[in-house]
């Protein structure tokens, strides 16, 4: 047998001695690195993917009141409206220089608690909602008539309802699902959206006008928009922010987005300082559980070891012996670490997905994770060290002696 595989036998028997301890180490390295990973990989993704949803889009004009509000209701379809605004203030900024898009946008209804989202056909025709891609309808379907009661359903919505083009179906009053809020009109799905992996898959987009002059509907609703969705050339929303944020108390422009979306995941930093505690306080236990486990060990084995020297292995060997054993508990921990990250990541991911229609990517590689994993190795062989010494030093002629 060769030298290398005597150590890996004996640091492998020295694991499974103390297999329960040897597991419950890994675990809380697993749990620790996992926690570490998935805290600042899951917000880095998110707030990539978030802003990266913005559809195409530079700003949103709404009600005088929060931009964020305004961003997560018109861009993302989270909260309720901050207000409506006069129709005419959507033929104003659509047609003011700079604006090189101009789209309304209604709400108020659902379908089962998707939401109906009123707007002009011409978003789906001429829109670039990525860079060079505009929207695309799955085959067989067709774009809404702006006179029509047709809906173009969003793909996550389609998927998770059944819903195919032909089918009929009734509004309900209000962003979330009430039985007795049922409309009288009938939608007829003449589209289903291709999909983005944005928010718009998780809407069902119908005429403007389907919103604005819906049974039950306040007359003033017949003149408003709820929000404007603008894209902009060169530097017009230095101009636009002073007008309306700086100048006006009628509306409020929310531009940049991707500024705003920023300033919102700064304000989950504490609850990521949290997350990231926790995981150093597991992994400081689990180099405890490694530095007990190898005492014990080491204790119960120096008659072992003894023995080895006495039989021509060297003191470094021996070390080596420790140290491997450490190191097998934290590559399992390691191991473990990307299994908890892909757990917390694909729960994290299906969350968004459900609430939002964002689709993060999980499993995009980075160096974080060459980084995390070289950490806990190395954090293990320290914790390794001190029992490593200890087995340096047996004294071979007191531990060869017979015990009484």
């Not at 409309?183 to 999909?195: K, N, P």
């Not at 944005?198 to 408003?224: C, L, N, R």
């Not at 700064?266 to 405890?288: H, P």
């Not at 299994?339 to 590689?365: K, N």
Request: positive net charge.
């Amino acid at each position: 047998m060769s030298s290398i595989q005597a150590l890996f036998a004996l640091c492998t028997r020295g694991v499974r001695q103390y297999a329960f301890s040897s597991l419950v180490a890994s675990l809380a390295i697993a749990m620790s690195g996992g926690l570490f990973l998935g805290t600042w990989k899951i917000k880095e993704g998110a707030q990539n993917a978030f802003t990266l949803s913005s559809s195409g889009f530079d700003a949103v004009l709404g009600a005088r009141g929060s931009k964020l509000q305004l961003i997560l209701n018109a861009i993302f379809h989270l909260e309720a409206s901050p207000g409506n605004l006069e129709w005419e203030q959507y033929e104003i900024i659509k047609n003011t220089p700079g604006v090189k898009e101009a789209y309304p946008l209604a709400v108020g209804d659902n379908f089962m608690g998707y939401r109906l989202v009123g707007t002009e056909p011409s978003l789906f025709d001429e829109h670039e909602w990525k860079k060079g891609v505009k929207y695309q309808i799955e085959k067989g379907g067709r774009l809404f008539s702006s006179n029509a009661k047709e809906a173009l359903v969003g793909n996550f919505v389609a998927n998770k309802l059944g819903l195919k083009v032909g089918d009929r179906f009734q509004p309900y009053h209000g962003l979330t699902f009430r039985e007795e809020s049922k409309h009288d009109e009938v939608y007829v799905i003449v589209g289903i959206l291709s999909a983005t992996g944005t928010p718009a898959d998780k809407v069902i987009w119908v005429p403007i006008k389907g919103i604005q002059f819906m049974e039950g509907h306040a007359s003033e609703y017949s003149t408003s928009v709820s929000a404007v969705l603008v894209k902009l050339r060169g530097a017009a929303g230095f101009a636009l922010e002073m007008k309306y944020n700086k100048q006006g108390n009628q509306a409020t422009f929310a531009w940049p987005i991707a500024a705003t979306l920023a300033e919102f995941f700064d304000r989950l930093t504490w609850f990521e300082k949290v997350l990231e505690w926790i995981a150093y306080l597991v992994g400081s236990v689990a180099c405890l559980i490694i530095l007990s486990v190898l005492r014990n060990s080491m204790n119960e084995r120096k008659r072992e070891f003894a023995i080895l020297r006495s039989l021509g292995a060297s003191r470094y060997f021996i070390t080596n012996v420790v140290l491997g054993q450490s190191l097998l508990i934290s590559l399992v921990g390691a191991l473990g670490s990307f299994l908890v990250y892909l757990i917390m990541s694909g729960v994290a991911s299906h969350f968004i997905r459900e609430q939002t229609g964002v689709l993060l990517d999980p499993f995009s590689f980075d160096l974080t994770f060459v980084y995390v994993f070289l950490v806990i190795v190395l954090l293990g062989l320290i914790s390794g060290i001190p029992p490593a010494w200890m087995a340096y030093r047996v004294d071979i002629s007191k531990n060869l002696r017979p015990s009484s």
